[in-house]
């Protein structure tokens, strides 16, 4: 559920957003992006054909691979590298490094399941040659190579509380309450398996964090895709947005490549700064380059400030959408009072039809009393003229009764004599 007061007039100004970008944090709570939105951040990490091809589909209306959530599929992939990260551990028993393994094959089998579902969707992609060179002579195909990279992106598509989320909690706690079974049946719960498995349940299970009044991201560059895939789906998902009211502004803006621009500028972004930081590293004994290397960041200022001015834009955008969508439910309650009015006038209208109509109905209720009436006497009449007429004549035979028979034979020959 979404807590709308993150997402108002003034939550979604520059300071706000710059805020929350430096936190690493927006609060209230929030869902997960839908996959179109997904699916366009993703894109920032592909080349600009292979991202124009998507912005294209999505223009067109075409489909475009969804799984149904790609912040479980986010999840998914954090929960994997975190059961890594355990089956490293020296202190790793065998029967716990073995339920481990199982988990992390199952996880591994969903995950090419969804991988199939982007890279290899016959639904999505044409599957056929004549299909293939047809989207590929409109601009619409996208290569397998470009279908990888893409599922490679949504593997850390922005997703609120992907790292200390309650869901890998309860995932690594199953794991480890499995093992602690397992291992109970071979030990006496005392061995070094035992307590390490205790140690491992009792971080996963430590205490939650605020998570349920704020969503946490990685940094604030997936902080601030975040932002502006939540405005993205704002818009497109508000009826008001796609009526005729709105029509001419569809036309101003395209979102889907809004969305797929802001970004690649955010990726890119991102990669310099890492870059950079490496650079300061290997060469933090060179004066000269350090200073160049200072240049070079104040320059890239303005940049993170113009991607945070272009995303309030964006999300200013979808509170004028939300505040429209708000104007037209009030106008359309009193366009449904106007004609609650309309209808009450039309019945005080009716009322002389409905008195006439009483009246009528009145007087062939009477009519109808008086025939059946008539209809009485006249019965009476004729079933007294026929009892008259058959009354004297017609009287019923008498049928002697039958005589006994006599089965004694000694009466039946003094009867006889």
């Not at 598509?157 to 790292?163: G, R």
Request: aromatic letters at 6%; charged letters at 25%; glycine letters at 8%.
């Amino acid at each position: 559920m979404t807590d709308s007061s993150a997402f108002t007039a003034d939550g979604g100004a520059a300071a706000d957003i710059r805020r929350w970008c430096d936190q690493a944090k927006i609060p209230g709570r929030h869902p997960d992006l839908s996959d179109a939105a997904s699916i366009l951040i993703a894109a920032g990490f592909l080349s600009d054909s292979a991202r124009a091809v998507l912005v294209r589909r999505a223009t067109a209306g075409m489909p475009i691979p969804a799984i149904g959530g790609f912040g479980d599929l986010r999840r998914l992939h954090r929960e994997l590298d975190q059961l890594d990260d355990y089956l490293r551990n020296p202190r790793m028993p065998r029967v716990g490094a073995m339920v481990l393994r199982s988990r992390i094959m199952t996880l591994t089998r969903r995950r090419e399941t969804a991988r199939n579902l982007v890279t290899a969707s016959k639904p999505v992609f044409a599957g056929t040659v004549r299909g293939i060179r047809r989207e590929r002579r409109d601009g619409l195909y996208l290569d397998i190579p470009d279908r990888e990279r893409l599922f490679n992106a949504l593997l850390f598509t922005p997703t609120p509380n992907s790292l200390d989320s309650g869901y890998l909690r309860r995932a690594g706690a199953m794991a480890a309450n499995t093992a602690a079974g397992v291992i109970g049946q071979l030990t006496d719960g005392r061995s070094r398996a035992g307590q390490w498995v205790a140690e491992k349940a009792a971080i996963i299970e430590g205490p939650d964090d605020d998570s349920s009044s704020a969503a946490r991201f990685v940094d604030g560059y997936e902080t601030l895709l975040y932002v502006a895939g939540s405005a993205y789906d704002r818009i497109v998902r508000s009826p008001v947005w796609r009526s005729d009211h709105f029509s001419v502004q569809r036309t101003q803006i395209n979102l889907h490549a809004e969305l797929a621009e802001i970004s690649a500028d955010v990726i890119n972004l991102r990669t310099v700064r890492i870059e950079l930081d490496r650079v300061r590293v290997v060469a933090a004994s060179d004066e000269r380059l350090g200073e160049q290397l200072r240049s070079r960041e104040a320059e890239l200022r303005p940049v993170w400030s113009q991607l945070i001015a272009r995303v309030a834009a964006l999300a200013d955008v979808a509170d004028a959408v939300a505040a429209a969508a708000h104007e037209l439910r009030i106008l359309e309650q009193v366009n449904y009072a106007g004609t609650i009015d309309h209808r009450i006038d039309q019945l005080i209208g009716r009322s002389g039809e409905r008195e006439l109509s009483a009246e009528n109905t009145r007087r062939l209720s009477e009519q109808l009393g008086m025939g059946r009436t008539h209809l009485r006497d006249y019965r009476n009449i004729l079933q007294g003229n026929v009892t008259g007429v058959l009354g004297p004549a017609y009287e019923e035979p008498v049928v002697p009764a039958p005589s006994r028979a006599i089965t004694n034979p000694r009466l039946r020959k003094e009867t006889d004599s």
